[in-house]
């Protein structure tokens, strides 16, 4: 059990530990080096893959959709070939899946050394696909 007096000088050490590992040599210097936020913008890319290409699959679904019952009016007949152009509508959501599951699971900066250069490749990385979907769509 801890007297107060040695609480208190156990955390008056503490103090001055962290106090030399901030200044060194008179100059206020930190451990941060910029790596700590790689990972945010590599899932920001995961979800830009993911969103943008959604975003073009439900337009061009919806686009196709209207050409679907208009089909429907006009010549019965062709309703069944009019049905291509909305799977592959949706398979610009899934293309968008599947870059986000592949830029998530490169994402382990504990397995490996994940760094800033990392977090930008991703997130460009998902911005072009997403931002492809969103314009394919």
């Known amino acids: 059990v801890l007297s107060k007096y040695n609480l ?27 790596d700590e936020t790689a990972p945010f913008f590599g899932f920001l890319g995961a979800a830009a893959a993911l969103v943008f290409s959604c975003m073009g699959a439900a337009y061009g679904t919806a686009k196709s959709g209207v050409g679907v019952a208009s089909m ?9 070939k ?17 870059i986000a ?13 994940y760094y800033l250069f990392d977090g930008y490749a991703h ?7 997403g931002l492809a979907g969103l314009s394919a769509g």
């Open 101 to 113: 599951v592949i830029i998530s699971t490169g994402i382990n900066p504990k397995a490996k050394s």
């Open 72 to 80: 429907g009016v006009m010549r019965p007949e062709l309703v069944m």
């Open 8 to 34: 208190k000088k156990k955390l008056l050490h503490l103090q001055e530990q962290q106090i030399r590992s901030i200044t060194i040599f008179g100059k206020m210097s930190s451990t941060f080096s910029g």
């Open 123 to 129: 997130l460009s990385s998902g911005l072009a696909c």
């Open 82 to 98: 009019s049905i291509v152009p909305v799977v592959m509508a949706g398979v610009l959501g899934i293309y968008g899946l599947i």
